[in-house]
């Protein structure tokens, strides 16, 4: 009997192993689980709750940032880091296509796309405001397996006449799926 159930806890917890390495991780956390539980590691890594905004503040790739976790049915669905710092059309540019390069450099992410960068000639404000365009850059973390339930994404948002980048940890296996309509 003994071997019975150690034989069931050592496949339980191969299979939670597996559960977790096959999820977006954000700072090497697996994006799944409960908000409370996903905002206690993140304290863990330097942030720190601001009970106000709901949400965590830090820095993160060098820029001080805020943190929103979003749940589906009380699980984690994903992580939006937001830039604290607003920027100019210009600035705005060379901070999308500086993460689009450190995306394309990493190992650990790959694109469908080709370059996802923003020319010089684009006309952001234009763009956004006549066209309703989205400037966005999506990648995938690997292993390729499950890759596409591992996205990460981010965009250009515009806050009072200032840019910000947001950026997207999803665990898209714990996003609505229209279960509920």
């Known amino acids: 009997m003994k071997k019975i159930l150690s034989v069931l806890m050592l496949l339980l917890l191969s299979i939670s192993i597996y559960a977790q390495q096959n999820v977006t991780k954000f ?3 697996p994006v799944d689980g409960s908000k409370a539980a996903m905002i206690q590691k993140l304290k863990a890594k ?3 709750y601001n009970t106000i905004a709901d949400c965590l503040e830090g820095v993160f790739n060098g820029e001080k940032v805020y943190v ?5 049915k009380n699980k984690v669905w994903r992580i939006a880091v937001t830039d604290k710092t607003g920027r100019d059309e210009g600035q705005i540019k060379i901070r999308f296509n500086n993460l689009c390069q450190q995306f394309d450099d990493n190992p650990k992410y790959y694109s469908l796309k080709g370059t996802q960068k923003i020319s010089d000639n684009d006309d952001i404000s234009y763009e956004m405001t006549v066209h309703h365009k989205q400037f966005e850059a999506v990648y995938y973390q690997l292993p390729h397996e499950g890759a596409l339930n591992r ?6 948002g515009e806050i009072d006449g200032e840019y910000h980048i947001s950026i997207f940890y999803e665990n898209n296996k714990n996003e609505s799926h229209g279960e509920d309509l």
């Open 27 to 29: 700072l090497g956390i």
């Open 68 to 72: 929103s976790v979003q749940t589906n």
């Open 151 to 156: 996205t990460v994404w981010f965009t250009i």
């Open 46 to 48: 330097g942030f720190t």
